[in-house]
């Protein structure tokens, strides 16, 4: 967080990197850095483990379509992080930055939701448009959605189904495990400033699939994922 809103700023490491916060975080165990958790884990390396985990499992199960609102966004965030957190869902209570970039304030989280909604009504959910220029519209939404930032943790995954689902209800198919995560980190910076371009480049050159593409590759996920959670099973951990 900058100068101008942080006063006594406590940083938290996250698998994406740093994450200031105003004040001292009530999300976070007293004395360590590590998110509270209904898994009682301590140890950041173990909890990123269970939760990549957990999340792939509620993925493959199919998270809640919605309208593409604010709603939705929250209805995903629950499905994917219900087993990791008793806040999933709901609209995180501390202002936080990262990289030096402040994300939406909490007051104006609503407001910043209900454009993004009112922008996707108004263009008919981006259907009937070319894969390019379905990226190009695609990249200022998810961009924009990126700069609210609801949630306290898992923003950039619950965004990626987000976007998946618009791509599909829009007629098109996008695999967002086919992103490259530092580019697509990179151009998430680069969309807070305005510049939605290297995202939309993302979109299109690199989660863009055929349908055939898509599915053989859900099928890869479900079987790897059986393997791991059978490990896990078997007490060998996560």
């Keep these: ?45 173990e909890l990123d483990r269970a939760e990549r985990l957990l999340v792939v499992q509620r993925t493959l199960e199919g998270p809640p379509k919605g309208r593409f609102d604010l709603a939705h966004l929250k209805s995903i965030h629950r499905h994917l992080f219900q087993d990791v957190y008793d806040w999933a869902g709901e609209l995180r209570t501390v202002e936080i930055s990262k990289e030096g970039h402040s994300f939406q304030f909490i007051r104006f989280i609503d407001t910043g939701m209900a454009d993004v909604h009112r922008r996707l009504v108004t263009s008919s959910f981006l259907k009937g448009l070319s894969e390019q220029d379905f990226s190009e519209q695609a990249a200022k939404i998810i961009g924009d959605v990126n700069y609210v930032h609801p949630f306290r943790e898992g923003n950039g995954r619950t965004q990626l189904e987000y976007l998946r689902q618009l791509a599909s209800a829009s007629g098109h198919h996008f695999d967002p495990d086919l992103l490259d995560p530092n580019t697509w980190q990179s151009a998430s910076r680069l969309s807070h400033d305005g510049n939605y371009g290297a995202i939309a480049k993302a979109i299109l050159e690199q989660g863009m699939v055929s349908t055939k593409e898509s599915q053989e590759r859900m099928e890869k996920q479900r079987a790897q994922h059986r393997a791991a959670w059978e490990a896990r099973n078997k007490g060998r951990g996560f």
Excluded at 5 to 29: C, E, F, M, W
Aim: aromatic letters at 2%; glycine letters at 4%.
């Design 1 to 45: 967080m900058d100068s101008r809103t942080t006063a006594r700023a406590h940083p938290v490491n996250l698998q994406k990197g740093i994450i200031s916060i105003v004040s001292l975080d009530p999300y976070v165990i007293p004395g360590t850095t590590v998110l509270r958790n209904k898994l009682d884990i301590t140890n950041q390396l």
